[in-house]
């Protein structure tokens, strides 16, 4: 598929919401979908889904649809899923212990290496089956295993020295969980933050806004 080298940030990250769309339509025995169908399912018009996939050379055939399972294959491929990336996991506290134990790292094709922390009580122990090294032998683990991703969810404190360290040596992108806006010193290096906070506070907000409405009816 012939990708557009000008696909807006908005059209990909409404990607991930197809891919999981269409694994559970997959799973659920379902064959083929139309885009008003799968539009409906996720909140989306018919010609949303249009647009964003002819941005990727578009699918599917008038009056038919797309086949589920091509679709989602074709939507993994410019995702990357099948490119065998690897992660590693930095601080293993709550978060991170729960991260490592309940997502499907696999499923979204990324292979978990290791886990780093400083503690004593945790380090040369595994959490869910992944072993957890001290973090002072991370740069000898980069140079020695090839890492595509840093998870971060150490403290705030240690979240721009941890992730200059992944950017010095090479890692090429940072999920982030740790509630701090890093500063990239890498023009190589992507940065996905993640901050619950903007989430909970947008479904306030939405909250609000139906509460409002129902105030005034």
């Not at 990607?15 to 989306?44: C, T, W």
């Not at 018009?45 to 996939?53: E, F, G, H, P, W």
């Not at 996991?89 to 922390?117: E, H, M, P, Q, Y």
């Not at 989430?199 to 609000?208: A, E, P």
Request: charged share 20%; proline share 2%; hydrophobic share 40%.
């Amino acid at each position: 598929m012939k990708r557009n080298a000008k696909v807006s940030t908005a059209v990909i990250r409404r990607l991930p919401r197809y891919y999981r769309q269409l694994s559970e339509l997959q799973e659920a025995g379902v064959v083929r979908i139309s885009s008003s169908a799968l539009g409906k399912s996720i909140g989306l018009t018919a010609s949303q889904i249009r647009q964003d996939l002819c941005c990727f050379g578009g699918f599917g055939q008038q009056g038919y649809g797309y086949k589920v399972d091509g679709l989602k294959e074709e939507i993994g491929e410019i995702l990357g899923i099948s490119r065998g990336h690897t992660l590693i996991v930095l601080g293993t506290g709550n978060l991170g212990r729960a991260i490592i134990r309940n997502f499907r790292f696999s499923a979204n094709g990324f292979r978990l290496l290791a886990a780093f922390d400083t503690d004593p009580a945790v380090v040369g122990t595994e959490v869910a089956g992944v072993p957890v090294r001290h973090a002072d032998g991370l740069e000898d683990f980069l140079a020695a295993h090839r890492v595509d991703v840093g998870l971060l969810t150490v403290p705030i404190a240690a979240a721009q020295r941890m992730g200059d360290r992944l950017m010095e040596a090479g890692v090429k992108g940072i999920w982030n969980f740790t509630n701090y806006e890093l500063t990239c010193t890498r023009q190589d290096v992507v940065v996905e933050s993640v901050h619950f906070s903007d989430s909970l506070l947008t479904l306030s907000y939405l909250i609000s806004q139906r509460e409002d409405m129902e105030e005034h009816q």
